[in-house]
């Protein structure tokens, strides 16, 4: 069983800065891709952004630009950085875990990121 935190979420003005964290509580964090998704109100929830357990990443279209994965073996933690937010990234963000040996995978249970005036 992996519990993923997520933490970093908040209220900014269009055009601001957050950095989202996601702490992982297992051992064998370096096996598994992890993902950050996002659900807005009446919405269903979209894959944000990847990084693979050998670090490739990939974001979104909507947020490519503007949104970087990161990931700390050493810490357990995911990092989503996110800038220029607009209104339209008003969501809850979530941390998924996938591992790369056909085992579970694990959401967190979500921080939410309002960008308003």
């Known amino acids: 069983q992996v519990q993923l935190v997520e933490s970093g979420g908040g209220l900014v003005r269009p055009g601001g800065s957050l950095r989202l964290s996601c702490t992982a509580s297992?051992?064998?964090?370096?096996?598994?891709?992890m993902d950050w998704y996002r659900q807005a109100p009446g919405k269903q929830r979209e894959l944000v952004a990847t990084?693979?357990?050998?670090?490739?990443?990939n974001v979104a279209d909507s947020v490519k630009g503007r949104f970087t994965i990161s990931r700390d073996n050493a810490r357990k933690m995911v990092y989503l950085e996110m800038s220029s937010l607009s209104p339209e990234d008003t969501a809850v963000y979530y941390c998924?875990?996938?591992?790369?040996?056909?085992?579970?995978?694990?959401w967190g249970q979500g921080t939410q990121v309002t960008v308003s005036s």
């Open positions: 998924h875990a996938r591992s790369d040996y056909n085992g579970p995978d694990y």
């Open positions: 990084i693979t357990s050998i670090r490739s990443t």
């Open positions: 297992t051992s064998i964090f370096d096996i598994y891709s």
